[in-house]
């Protein structure tokens, strides 16, 4: 039985009512995140808060819970639900009020929270993608729930048996439709910088850190459509996909057609955090 966090109480998921006239359903007005535990122990929570912060901050929405909140909240729904590998799942919505496009007064936030188990040691995925035009509103750095569009690109990747879509907007390289992206062109690793266009993807984060840490020449730099389909490796990086490589794009392999080298050294400095974390060495 899964157990879940719904404004202030921790229930089995499959209890919980959400009222049709919160905002959340009706406008997508709300945010989220998702934040994997490796044994129990959650990976870079507070980076997480921060980007949650951001978000409703980004919208206009009050944070219903402090910080020493929200960590009780995100330990006690882990540990409800056996520790291990999990990916907790965060929404935070304006609330219920009646129908009307104007911001209401005087309503409460609704917190919700779930869980799902994670494989912390998946086999390497060999992503294929596709490009497309990057269809999204423009505050991408908003951790919208409002996902349509990125559902809608993702299918055209599937109705091209792709797993994802890189996404293109004025020639030039965005995210995926859950990932951020990076390139390699001989030693260089190059990744779209923060902006209005991209989430700034906490994985994407520490992805640099040990790219730098380890020497590696890892740059945060704009990429053209035209870099990415010259690239020798292209990687995409998320909270639960960690980092995968590319290697096939629109139908062309990347490179020889196999995960390469630098990829395969930061799949291993990302796993070598991953022991860290769970020994307690690091956040």
């Known amino acids: 039985m899964t157990v879940a966090y719904f404004n202030g109480e921790f229930l089995p998921l499959a209890d919980i009512r959400i009222s049709p006239l919160d905002r959340g359903f009706l406008f997508a007005d709300g945010v989220y995140e998702v934040i994997p535990a490796y044994a129990g122990r959650l990976f870079r929570a507070q980076a997480h808060l921060e980007r949650l912060e951001g978000s409703l ?9 402090g910080r020493a909140e929200w960590g009780a909240l995100l330990d006690g729904i882990v540990a409800r639900n056996g520790g291990g590998d999990q990916a907790v799942y965060l929404q935070v919505t304006r609330g219920a009020a009646a129908r009307e496009h104007a ?34 509103w423009a505050r991408c750095d908003i951790k919208s729930v409002a996902l349509l569009a990125n559902v809608l690109v993702r299918e055209e990747a599937r109705d091209c048996s792709a797993s994802e879509a890189i996404m293109i907007r004025d020639g030039m390289v ?98 070598d955090f991953k022991q860290r974390l769970v020994r307690g060495d690091v956040d």
């Not at 005087?106 to 035009?133: C, E, H, K, Q, Y």
């Open 57 to 65: 901050a980004g919208i206009r929405l009050e944070n219903p819970l």
């Open 103 to 136: 911001i209401p007064d005087g309503i409460s936030a609704t917190v919700f929270a779930m869980t799902r188990l994670m494989d912390a040691n998946p086999s390497t995925p060999a992503v294929i993608a596709v490009t497309r035009p990057d269809i999204r």
């Open 174 to 271: 965005t995210e995926g439709t859950a990932t951020n992206v990076f390139v390699v062109d001989g030693e260089v690793v190059r990744t779209p910088p923060k902006s209005r266009h991209i989430l700034g993807g906490i994985t994407r984060e520490l992805l640099i850190e040990l790219a730098r840490a380890a020497q590696m020449d890892c740059r945060e730099e704009p990429v053209t459509q035209a870099e990415l389909s010259a690239a020798q490796e292209v990687w995409v990086s998320s909270s639960t996909k960690e980092v995968a490589p590319v290697v096939q794009l629109d139908g062309r392999p990347v490179g020889d057609g196999a995960p390469g080298p630098l990829w395969q050294r930061m799949h291993d400095l990302f796993g």
